[in-house]
């Protein structure tokens, strides 16, 4: 849950003669567009926002510069991983209401995020969405808010497997919530 200073990394990339790419799948253009920040490649993970209903397995690459595009789209049309028109439909399709998934994902997140910071078996809220967290400030200034993705640990006395098989709204997603489950259990 560490913000990047995607603009600062960008510049330092440039200085160097490296490209910059960013990983925007946690916030999706819709909270955040690094290409205006200075990066060169931006990549997502469709299957999880931008899909939106659990049914896809995609992702995308954007960039701004002409010649970057050919030099990727010769390679993706050598390599052949381009999505088939049934998963294009499904990802238009989740695209179409993305906006409103975050503006609800996002309130949410912010609710849930206070409620676990007063709790009494919480430790630490990691959600830059909140003031005293160590990214609120360079999210702020790069993003629209703090997105709809959330950290937390429980105080030492609980048991984070009993915790885990206790929990009733929130279920495994693609991918994504399968492997931080794993690792948890995995830690203990
Ligand atoms: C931030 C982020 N980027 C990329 C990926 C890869 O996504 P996919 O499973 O759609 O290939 C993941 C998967 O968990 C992710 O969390």
Same mark, same amino acid.
């Given at each position: ?61 954007? $960039?701004?510069? /002409?010649?970057? +595009?050919? @030099? ?5 049309? !050598?390599?052949?991983? %381009?999505?088939? =028109? ?19 994902? $996002?309130?949410? /997140?912010?609710? +849930?995020? @206070? ?5 009494? !078996?919480?430790?630490? %809220?990691?959600? =830059? ?60």
């Amino acid at each position: 849950m560490t913000v990047t200073d995607l603009a600062g990394v960008s510049k330092i990339a440039h200085a160097h003669g490296v490209l910059s790419i960013v990983d925007n799948t946690f916030m999706t253009p819709y909270l955040q567009r690094p290409l205006e920040l200075g990066a060169d490649i931006v990549i997502h993970s469709a299957t999880k926002y931008l899909g939106g209903q659990s049914d896809l397995v995609a992702g995308l690459v954007v $960039v701004k510069d /002409a010649q970057l +595009a050919e @030099r990727l789209a010769f390679l993706q049309n !050598a390599t052949g991983g %381009v999505l088939g =028109p049934f998963d294009s439909f499904l990802l238009i399709r989740g695209i179409k209401t993305l906006a409103v998934r975050m503006d609800r994902h $996002v309130a949410n /997140a912010e609710k +849930a995020a @206070r409620w676990l910071q007063a709790h009494d !078996a919480v430790a630490r %809220v990691y959600y =830059p969405g909140l003031p005293e967290d160590a990214g609120y400030a360079i999210n702020r200034k790069q993003a629209k808010n703090g997105g709809a993705m959330i950290s937390f640990i429980l105080k030492d006395h609980y048991d984070y497997r009993a915790f885990f098989k206790s929990l009733r709204l929130i279920i495994l997603g693609e991918s994504l919530a399968a492997w931080n489950r794993w690792c948890a259990i995995r830690r203990r």
